[in-house]
């Protein structure tokens, strides 16, 4: 992995005013006029959030050099194909609370909005973490493994997501809640004492089930580059346009019939690749008597994004294939069920 780029504090800062700066452009157009987002709008959306994903790669391979903008890269599509993942439990908790169209844009805002500020805090502790201690390495090449594990044998048919559960619950305990929504409002004020309405408690949701992909997102992004910059800057460009990709795909998210196993090769590919450099970069004294495991081959970033995309690839063109000919076999079905009537 090449070494993390010197990034000044003027940058940082640049960085996140215009991160900041768009959040607060895209609040303004949604509380001007409060609306169902269609699927025009929303491919403009993406399409703007990839152009300045692809901008900033730009401007990180003029000053940082080509390693580097392999790693942002590769890191951004890891981290947006990641994302795609969280849009069955966005779908899941939207149905849950019947949350009205015409705030659901506002909702992913504000719940994708405090999600960064909570990665932000895991990306700032996780870049100490593999600096000061090559044992982490470990540690999240076992975690990506296990998810990988999952993402392949767990079916999300049993699956259940309970949105009264984790954070939700602890909210709903400590704080009264209104029965019903009342425009955007997060709060109301009811029989002389404030209530907290349904739209508080699904942005608490968004933002909760976004975090706890974050446990697996992490890693996987530190698999490929240890720069806090270029891991927080794809965070942040993922996370932006996965709202809008929401709208877009809709339904149609559940004809990737075989994104988990797409996801399972991603992860347990850069699981290999972390134990690979915790071997390289080991000092633990059970291992090699502490010492570094030079002759173990590592992967290189543009060995990582062939890879990646290349699995990407493969696992959408199956899905859509298999979900053609479901589809056709369902209407074939369909066609000949009057006709045996018919004779019957």
Same mark, same amino acid.
């Given at each position: 992995?090449?070494?993390?780029?010197?990034?000044?504090?003027?940058?940082?800062?640049?960085?996140?005013?215009?991160?900041?700066?768009?959040?607060?452009?895209?609040?303004?157009?949604?509380?001007?006029?409060?609306?169902?987002?269609?699927?025009?709008?929303?491919?403009?959306?993406?399409?703007?959030?990839?152009?300045?994903?692809?901008?900033?790669?730009?401007?990180?391979?003029?000053?940082?050099?080509?390693?580097?903008?392999?790693?942002?890269?590769?890191?951004?599509?890891?981290?947006?194909?990641?994302?795609v993942?969280?849009?069955?439990?966005?779908?899941?908790?939207?149905?849950?609370?019947?949350?009205?169209?015409?705030?659901?844009? /506002?909702? !992913? $805002?504000?719940?994708?909005?405090?999600?960064?500020?909570?990665? @932000?805090?895991?990306?700032? &502790?996780? =870049?100490?973490?593999?600096?000061?201690?090559?044992?982490?390495?470990?540690?999240?090449?076992?975690?990506?493994?296990?998810?990988?594990?999952?993402?392949?044998?767990?079916s999300?048919?049993?699956?259940?997501?309970?949105?009264?559960?984790?954070?939700?619950?602890?909210v709903?305990?400590?704080?009264?809640?209104?029965?019903?929504?009342?425009?955007?409002?997060?709060?109301?004020?009811?029989d002389? /004492?404030? !209530? $907290?309405?349904?739209?508080?408690?699904?942005?608490?949701?968004? @933002?909760g089930?976004?975090? &706890?992909? =974050?446990?697996?997102?992490?890693?996987?992004?530190?698999?490929?580059?240890?720069?806090?910059?270029?891991?927080?800057?794809a965070?942040?460009?993922?996370?932006?346009?996965?709202?809008?990709?929401?709208?877009?795909?809709?339904?149609?998210?559940?004809?990737?019939?075989?994104?988990?196993?797409?996801?399972?090769?991603?992860?347990?590919?850069?699981?290999?690749?972390?134990?690979?450099h915790?071997?390289?970069?080991?000092?633990?004294?059970?291992?090699?008597?502490?010492?570094?495991?030079?002759?173990?081959?590592?992967?290189?970033?543009?060995?990582?994004?062939?890879?990646?995309?290349?699995?990407?690839?493969?696992?959408t063109?199956?899905?859509?294939?298999?979900?053609?000919?479901?589809a056709?076999?369902?209407?074939?079905?369909?066609?000949?069920?009057?006709?045996?009537?018919?004779?019957?």
């Amino acid at each position: 992995m090449p070494p993390p780029m010197p990034v000044p504090a003027w940058l940082w800062a640049a960085t996140i005013a215009a991160l900041l700066g768009l959040i607060l452009l895209d609040l303004i157009i949604v509380n001007r006029k409060p609306h169902k987002v269609t699927i025009a709008e929303s491919a403009r959306w993406i399409a703007f959030y990839i152009g300045c994903a692809v901008a900033f790669g730009a401007g990180v391979w003029i000053f940082g050099g080509d390693d580097h903008a392999a790693s942002y890269i590769t890191g951004y599509i890891t981290e947006y194909t990641l994302s795609v993942d969280n849009l069955f439990i966005f779908l899941i908790i939207m149905t849950n609370f019947a949350v009205p169209a015409i705030h659901q844009h /506002r909702v !992913l $805002l504000i719940g994708i909005v405090m999600a960064l500020v909570m990665r @932000g805090i895991f990306i700032g &502790v996780g =870049a100490q973490a593999v600096q000061r201690f090559s044992w982490v390495f470990w540690l999240f090449g076992g975690i990506l493994i296990y998810t990988a594990w999952k993402f392949a044998f767990n079916s999300k048919d049993d699956e259940e997501y309970d949105p009264n559960g984790g954070v939700v619950r602890l909210v709903r305990r400590l704080f009264p809640v209104a029965d019903d929504y009342h425009g955007s409002r997060l709060t109301i004020k009811q029989d002389g /004492r404030r !209530l $907290l309405t349904p739209m508080f408690i699904v942005i608490i949701a968004i @933002g909760g089930a976004d975090l &706890v992909f =974050a446990v697996d997102s992490i890693p996987a992004i530190f698999g490929i580059t240890q720069d806090a910059y270029l891991v927080f800057a794809a965070n942040a460009f993922a996370l932006m346009g996965l709202r809008q990709l929401y709208f877009l795909l809709g339904g149609l998210v559940e004809k990737l019939v075989y994104l988990s196993y797409g996801l399972a090769v991603i992860l347990g590919f850069i699981g290999v690749k972390l134990v690979l450099h915790a071997l390289h970069e080991n000092e633990l004294p059970f291992i090699n008597g502490g010492e570094h495991v030079a002759w173990v081959p590592e992967i290189n970033n543009w060995i990582s994004l062939a890879v990646i995309v290349t699995v990407l690839a493969v696992t959408t063109v199956a899905s859509l294939l298999k979900s053609r000919r479901d589809a056709r076999q369902d209407g074939e079905l369909s066609v000949s069920e009057p006709a045996d009537q018919a004779r019957n």
